[in-house]
């Protein structure tokens, strides 16, 4: 093997690590049909969309809490008021909404995730 192998192998390792550890991570985190999410907010979950602003100028669910999930970190305590509430996270397409609901479980909230994103919430 030479360097350039090793290096394209310990990259491809890299990658996978950080997959997995993302899935391990992911893994109490429950997802949502867009059904279900309707159902849950009826009886008291919020959402909340991790898009960014441009993302969300464009399209956004009913009575849904905007914060991107790059600024979750320093504007969590804008959520301190939902804490005994579910908060159901949104993206584009289920991916950075996992790692908001993380995050949300790492600070103690209860998190779900809308799997799918905004495009499986029909109208």
Known sequence: ?????????????????????????????????????KERVKNGSVLLDVRTAAERSSRSLPKSFHIPLHELGTRMKELERH??????????????SVSAAVKLKKAGFTAGNLEGGIGSWSL
């Not at 804490?83 to 950075?96: K, P």
């Open 1 to 37: 093997m030479n360097g350039d192998q090793i290096f394209l192998y310990g990259l491809l390792a890299v990658m996978v690590l950080l997959y997995l550890r993302k899935k391990f991570q992911a893994r109490g985190i429950p997802n949502y049909s867009g059904a279900q999410v």
């Open 83 to 96: 804490r005994g509430a579910e908060i159901i996270c949104y993206c584009a397409s289920g991916s950075r």
